[in-house]
Each structure stands twice: as C-alpha cells, then as structure tokens.
C-alpha cells in the first residue's frame, strides 16, 4: 500500500521534530558545557582573591590606623624628678606648684613634634595609681614647641612623701583631626575617643 500524501506530510514532521529536539538538546548541552567552564573558570580566579581579600583588609585598617595616629606618634611627655626648682624655660601654672626650693618635685614636659597644632593638652598627675590633685591644662600647643608642669608629691590630706619617685603622671590631648589620645611617660599611645571604642566593640 503506497502511503498517501497527508501519511507523508505526518513523517515528515515527525522527522523534522525528532532533528529539532536532537539539535536542541546538543545546542542545551553545549550550553551547560560552556556554562560549566565558565563557573569553573570563575571560581578559578575568585578562590585566590578570597584568600587574599582577608590580607588587603588587614593592611587598609593598619594603614589607616598608621594615618589615624601619624600626627599623636609625634607628641610624648617627659618626667624629670628633681629639687630643682630653677629650671629656666618652663612654663609653671602657680595651681599645684610646691614653693618649698628643698622638697622634691616632679617636671613634666610636654613635647610637641608634630607639624600641627594639638588642643585641650592635660597633664594628669598619679602618686602611684592614685590620681593627685586637679590636672594642668593648656588650650593648645603649637608645632615644634613645650610646655612644662612642675609638682611636688603629696597625698590627698597634705602630707608630703618626699619621694619624687612615687609621682607620675600622663598627658591627654586632642589632634588636629579631633581625635583623643593619652600618652604615658613610657611611650604608650592610645586613642580614647569614642569612635575608637565603638570600633573595637564591633572588632570583638
């Protein structure tokens, strides 16, 4: 029996379907292929970035901690324990200042080397852990310029030690870009400002 026109027409059809699906699922498969490579060839690069992002981060912040505390590195304080009360130079506020020329005393000089200005400078005094008296202050210190305080130890109710060695004291003050620091005899730098906190808050 010859098929009729419409039988030939049908397989045609069917044929031309069964190619299209055939070439649709190459085409599909060489799609996922590429894609494929594509993702491996991806991850290729972002696997070294991901171990060295981690490393860039850490020396953004140190760089900006460097630049953060660049001018307060500059400015330190000096303590020279002696009965000398003639030293020439230093700036003396009367308020805590011991008369007596044979007591002991403390000087401290405040030294900035910076290339600006710093603002609200405080000379907080110890007689050993214990804060002593009211803190000297000056408004400001200009670059390439110090100031000094002198006092002579003694405790809360008046009565003198008589040892220099037990008085300390540390200097606070703020930087040109408004940022707090205080500064110990030994060197120690540390910010105090507020933002410095809500940073190591959210670092821990």
């Keep these: 029996m010859v098929p009729t026109v419409p ?5 045609i059809a069917t044929a031309v379907l069964a190619v299209g699906a055939i070439l649709a699922a190459i085409a599909a498969r060489t799609i996922m292929v590429a894609q494929s490579r594509q993702l491996k060839a991806q991850h290729d690069v972002i696997a070294p970035l991901a171990e060295v992002l981690p490393l860039l981060a850490k020396a953004l912040r140190q760089s900006l901690a460097e630049r953060r505390r660049e001018q307060a590195c500059h400015v330190f304080i000096e303590l020279t324990r002696s009965n000398d009360h003639g030293q020439a130079g230093a700036k003396r506020p009367s ?3 011991s008369q007596a020329p044979a007591s002991p005393s403390v000087t401290a000089t405040v030294h900035n080397g910076s290339r600006q200005p710093i603002h609200d400078v405080y000379v907080i ?4 852990t214990v804060r002593m008296g009211k803190p000297d202050r000056a408004a400001r210190l200009m670059p390439d310029q ?3 305080f002198e006092r002579a130890p003694e405790v809360a109710d008046g009565v003198s030690t008589g040892d220099a060695a037990t008085l300390a004291a540390f200097l606070t003050f703020r ?6 620091w205080t500064v110990r ?5 540390s910010d105090i400002s507020p933002a410095a906190h809500e940073e190591q808050d959210a670092q821990d």
């Design 185 to 189: 005899e030994d060197g120690t730098l």
């Design 95 to 97: 308020r805590g200042i």
């Design 125 to 128: 005094w110890q007689l050993g």
């Design 175 to 180: 930087d040109a870009a408004g940022v707090r």
């Design 146 to 148: 110090h100031l000094c």
């Design 7 to 11: 039988t030939w027409i049908a397989a």
